[in-house]
């Protein structure tokens, strides 16, 4: 497996962002961290080499990057707007930066998909959401699509903005909304073991069904954990049985 690890200076968040790469082939996977972690979070879980098979035999190419949740919710010292604004400038590190190089190191007709857990699969269905023009699919695992969870109840513009739980009910502009529905990826997994929240799951898949969106949502049952055990399983069988 190629593997190739890369960055740059971001000038959208004025810091140095790395980002690594398998493989050389195929769409492009990209992968969002969960809470407090890095770049290199799903290689140190194993998770990169469950997805080998599909690397290996060219039918993608995963990027994985770093959040700065660590700068923005999880931050005690910042003030709540500081946060807020924080996310919002490492959404357009994302859609500005990150989605270019995706299609630089790849070609202008690669489709991207994203996919996270827990945190990362908040961050995954709204960067998706937000730009379904850029992004063509997401995979979330063992999500909860409210932000305030995360902002502890707080709400500013930004929070209500990545939140989808929030934004999604009131969105009503055509031309995003018939992108997304153009997706044949909106893919909800979750558990039902401990520490999974398969309500909250249940709750954004109604939400995307009253606006007439395809998606699935999938309980794995009570043997599936809030852990990577339960990510190592539930991604390869996405792309196994859904691609």
Not at 210 to 218: A, C, H, L, M, S
Request: glycine content about 6%; overall charge negative.
């Amino acid at each position: 497996m190629n593997r190739k690890i890369f960055g740059w200076y971001s000038p959208s968040l004025n810091k140095e962002m790395p980002i690594v790469s398998y493989g050389d082939y195929g769409f492009a996977l990209l992968l969002v961290p969960t809470a407090a972690a890095d770049f290199l979070e799903y290689e140190r879980f194993q998770l990169i080499d469950s997805l080998a098979p599909f690397i290996n035999d060219g039918k993608m190419k995963v990027f994985s990057i770093n959040s700065v949740n660590n700068e923005s919710w999880l931050n005690n010292d910042m003030t709540n707007w500081d946060k807020s604004h924080r996310h919002a400038q490492w959404n357009q590190y994302i859609y500005d930066e990150v989605i270019p190089h995706i299609k630089n190191e790849t070609s202008p007709e690669t489709p991207i998909f994203i996919s996270g857990a827990s945190f990362g699969a908040l961050h995954s269905m709204n960067l998706f959401l937000k730009r379904p023009d850029l992004i063509n699919g997401v995979i979330a695992m063992s999500g909860v699509y409210d932000l305030t969870y995360y902002s502890n109840g707080y709400m500013d513009d930004n929070v209500y903005f990545n939140s989808p739980q929030h934004y999604m009910p009131n969105l009503t502009d055509h031309s995003i909304l018939e992108n997304i529905r153009r997706s044949n990826h909106i893919h909800i997994l979750t558990g039902s073991g401990a520490h999974e929240d398969p309500r909250a799951g249940g709750e954004f898949a109604k939400v995307l069904y009253e606006k007439g969106i395809n998606y699935e949502f999938d309980n794995w049952g009570e043997n599936y954990k809030h852990d990577w055990p339960t990510w190592r399983d539930m991604l390869p069988n996405v792309f196994a049985t859904r691609f």
